[in-house]
């Protein structure tokens, strides 16, 4: 368990419906991440928020994704009118940017990830 | 744009021998390179991870190399066991861009008893 929670861990919703997914990251982390993973591929970057500033959007980020962090802690991942090229793991990772110190900076945390399935 | 990409899609070892897995990046700027392992259901596990002023880094049982001449990096593991059987992805990332990784395909590892 590497402290970032993820929820719900999995998700089957029919084309059309709209979906959120939440991530709760290791509480001290100043960034979060959302990345996006189909079979047999190694995730892809969707997002990034600084604090509550979203810094950074994929084109991958169709206008159908939104993503928030209202309060700099937790976000969520909404995708509005899921069709079934939506399909993956949704992975939320977390990291403390300026980490002071020591050999490594930017270490991202996984959480579990959602696994949405539109059928 | 960045691509990260792994030579094997699939590595097979017997237990107890030494395991390489390779991957090479395409962004001379990056700066920051992680390998991560991937159990099935489960998120990314961070295993060790090097930064450009580095040529090679040691952790327990893993050794990342890193040759930023033919952009391309190895992540060795010694002494492998049953418990290493996952995919393994490489990460490239310039730090000052906000950190997001750029992750490779993965190879799967698997480790015959």
């Known amino acids: 368990d590497t402290g970032v929670s993820q929820d719900p861990r999995h998700k089957i919703t029919k084309r059309g419906q709209n979906v959120t997914f939440r991530c709760d990251p290791i509480?001290?982390?100043?960034?979060l991440y959302w990345y996006r993973q189909t079979l047999g591929q190694g995730p892809e970057f969707l997002t990034y928020?600084?604090?509550?500033?979203?810094?950074?959007k994929s084109r991958l980020l169709s206008d159908r994704f939104s993503a928030e962090r209202p309060k700099g802690s937790f976000s969520t991942l909404e995708i509005q009118r899921t069709e079934q090229g939506d399909s993956a793991m949704y992975l939320c990772a977390s990291s403390l940017e300026g980490l002071a110190g020591g050999d490594s900076y930017n270490e991202q945390f996984f959480g579990p990830g959602t696994r949405l399935t539109v059928l | 744009g960045e691509s990260v990409g792994l030579h094997l899609p699939t590595l097979s070892v017997q237990e107890g021998d030494n395991s390489i897995i390779n991957c090479a990046y395409s962004?001379?700027?990056?700066?920051?390179f992680i390998w991560y392992k991937q159990e099935s259901g489960k998120g990314p596990q961070f295993i060790i991870d090097?930064?450009?002023?580095?040529d090679k880094r040691q952790g327990q049982r893993v050794t990342v190399l890193l040759n930023k001449t033919v952009k391309h990096l190895s992540l060795q593991i010694a002494a492998t066991q049953p418990g290493d059987s996952a995919v393994y992805f490489c990460a490239a990332t310039i730090y000052n861009q906000g950190g997001k990784l750029i992750f490779g395909q993965g190879t799967e590892l698997s480790v015959k008893p």
């Open positions: 509480s001290e982390h100043n960034r």
């Open positions: 928020f600084q604090n509550e500033a979203q810094l950074e």
């Open positions: 090097i930064r450009s002023n580095m």
């Open positions: 962004n001379s700027a990056s700066d920051y």
